[in-house]
């Protein structure tokens, strides 16, 4: 491999762990907002949503990456399931910010991406539409921890084979 290309590759990898890292925060994190004070929550919301946005930076910059030097393209690339999963995180990671952004919109309190950006302030409160939307962000969050467990089992499998 040339030595551009192990760079390439060492770019990809560095967004790899970063987006990684602010994924499994949110994953982690999201779950006992709601069980907080209204000032706490206030404050866990605000970094909470400033991360999403960042992990939806991060995948458009990486997916960019990617394209642009052909990276992660090895001949009948589609039949690797590891390959295969990695791009099944892409669509799913742009969603999950999307739908983030929908729960805050019609929330109940106030959501300040990291702290000044008011996205509730938006749109109306709406009991309705904000459980729709958290329902889906919900079930998203489930299939990413699935898929990030099944993702973490096959790259440990890969190092003891
Ligand atoms: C990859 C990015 C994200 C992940 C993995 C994620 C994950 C989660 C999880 C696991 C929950 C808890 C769900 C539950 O309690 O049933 C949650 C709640 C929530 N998320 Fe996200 N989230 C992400 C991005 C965002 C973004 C970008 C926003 C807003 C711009 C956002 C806004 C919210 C709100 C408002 C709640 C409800 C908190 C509450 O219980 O009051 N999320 N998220």
Request: charged share 15%.
């Amino acid at each position: 491999m040339s030595s551009t290309k192990a760079s390439q590759y060492t770019v990809a990898k560095v967004l790899h762990w970063i987006a990684g890292a602010f994924i499994g925060f949110n994953l982690m994190s999201g779950w006992r907002i709601a069980t907080f004070e209204l000032n706490v929550k206030e404050i866990l919301i605000s970094i909470h949503s400033g991360v999403g946005i960042m992990v939806f930076t991060l995948m458009i910059v990486r997916w960019w990456w990617r394209k642009k030097n052909n990276l992660y393209t090895p001949p009948n690339w589609w039949k690797r399931w590891p390959i295969v999963l990695q791009w099944i995180f892409y669509p799913l990671l742009l969603v999950q910010p999307v739908l983030g952004f929908c729960v805050a919109l019609y929330n109940d309190y106030d959501v300040k991406a990291f702290g000044f950006i008011d996205i509730s302030s938006l749109a109306d409160s709406n009991p309705v539409l904000r459980a729709l939307f958290f329902d889906m962000h919900t079930w998203l969050a489930v299939a990413l921890i699935f898929l990030v467990l099944t993702h973490g089992a096959d790259r440990l499998k890969t190092l003891f084979t």
